[in-house]
């Protein structure tokens, strides 16, 4: 193997894991599918509508008839970056960084005899985004970034007796990644270079959940969701190089990398308790295995070598609890409230730029108005708070030190829902 080989591919592990970070940070696990009132408390054990197909497809079984859910909306972001004086390079906060996404989410269940039901449901869990601009005083590490997933999952559920059901599913999910970030000349009156690359993959998983009534007015549910793994390549694409730098996109111009993205793999506990007729309490707690998203390999291939790194961004796995209520306060209302709290994956030194994973706290209520017997329409909004996301990074002379933290940091989510029955 060449010497000069050699170096190209030293040069392009060099620059790949320095951006690597910020490339893997697009990720976050999200409840807001279906309906979204409880801030998700409940999730595994409510089984009101075919949203269970997506939460524990056990309870598809307590559905007494065929029902079809859809659930349009949209994810409106505000996050704003305060830049600490300990940063090294010029420009500004970055403005809003969040970026509009639409959601929506689509549940179907057929009802194949008293005991068995099949489903499928269609929906978003994962990703998400950020856009600074070119000028924000990190745009040497990430200026924009977005992972956008979506997933079939049809499943199977049976009830096994009166007091317990069991449900699992397969999924089949696709995921597109996009990356962009300035390259620092490091010359006076030489604007900066970028960086950007863009992928597609698919990745399958699969669910398995049940459901337990130990008595009437108590529902307990436990799912299991395994990890879904996407593996990200591409062809870096180089702009704007400045003369000092030029030889960076002619060493790997032809080189490509690949990042292996994982949804975690998570264990859901809920139940739901009937304190009165027309009032109920419920609550979550669960695991995800954000450890595993943190440790993984780096592929670099050129036409004669291919080498794998194995990095480490050191993220631990966090927790899950919620706590929720339904009360209707008329035959056709129901009113529904919730809280939930999940820890932080990663710590202030080990943070991504462009998406701040701190703890995140979640508020959600929502009303749900029955038009007939066969009809159900609602509308339910749910406020995530990420937290302050304090960030403190150096990468190098030329992408400098960053630090600061987020003054806002919140996902506001609003969707409306529309339930049949045949």
Not at 53 to 79: E, V
Not at 207 to 215: E, F, S
Not at 307 to 323: E, G, K, P, Q
Not at 352 to 362: G, N
Request: hydrophobic share 40%; glycine share 12%; with cysteine.
């Amino acid at each position: 193997m060449s010497r000069t080989v050699c170096k190209t591919i030293a040069l392009a592990i060099a620059m790949f894991m320095t951006y690597v970070a910020s490339a893997r940070g697009a990720g976050l696990e999200l409840y807001e599918t279906g309906y979204l009132g409880t801030a998700s408390a409940g999730r595994a054990a409510l089984a009101s509508d075919a949203s269970t197909a997506g939460t524990n497809p056990a309870g598809m079984t307590l559905l007494d008839r065929t029902q079809l859910m859809t659930a349009p909306g949209a994810l409106l972001p505000s996050t704003n970056f305060d830049v600490a004086p300990q940063t090294t390079t010029s420009g500004g906060g970055g403005g809003n960084a969040g970026v509009f996404f639409p959601i929506g989410s689509f549940y179907y269940v057929n009802k194949v005899s008293e005991r068995l039901r099949f489903g499928v449901a269609v929906f978003s869990d994962y990703g998400l985004g950020g856009d600074y601009g070119k000028t924000w005083v990190g745009r040497y590490y990430a200026t924009e970034e977005s992972l956008i997933t979506g997933k079939v999952d049809p499943s199977i559920a049976y009830e096994v007796n009166d007091w317990l059901s069991v449900g699992t599913g397969v999924s089949f999910g696709v995921g597109r990644l996009t990356f962009q970030s300035k390259i620092n000349n490091a010359l006076p009156r030489v604007s900066d270079g970028g960086l950007s690359f863009e992928s597609w993959d698919e990745a399958f998983g699969a669910n398995v959940g049940i459901l337990l009534r130990p008595i009437a007015k108590l529902r307990i549910g436990l799912t299991y969701q395994s990890p879904e793994d996407y593996k990200f390549g591409f062809r870096p694409h180089i702009t704007g190089l400045g003369p000092g730098l030029g030889h960076l996109r002619r060493r790997i111009g032809g080189v490509k990398a690949n990042i292996p993205l994982t949804e975690p793999q998570q264990v859901m506990l809920s139940g739901v308790y009937e304190v009165l007729p027309k009032w109920s309490l419920m609550a979550d707690v669960g695991w995800q295995n954000w450890s595993a998203f943190g440790s993984f390999p780096v592929g670099i291939s050129s036409a004669k070598q291919t080498t794998t790194v194995d990095a480490n961004l050191h993220f631990s796995d966090t927790c899950h609890v919620a706590i929720g209520q339904q009360f209707r306060f008329d035959e056709k209302w129901l009113w529904s409230a919730g809280f939930a709290y999940d820890s932080s994956p990663v710590s202030k030194a080990n943070r991504s730029a462009v998406l701040p994973l701190d703890r995140q706290l979640r508020y959600g209520t929502g009303l749900q108005y029955d038009i007939n017997n066969s009809v159900t329409a609602g509308a339910s909004w749910e406020l995530m708070d990420a937290g302050p996301g304090p960030y403190s990074n150096r990468r190098g002379p030329l992408a400098g030190t960053l630090q600061g933290h987020y003054s806002t940091n919140w996902l506001n989510f609003v969707a409306l829902n529309i339930i049949w029955k045949f």
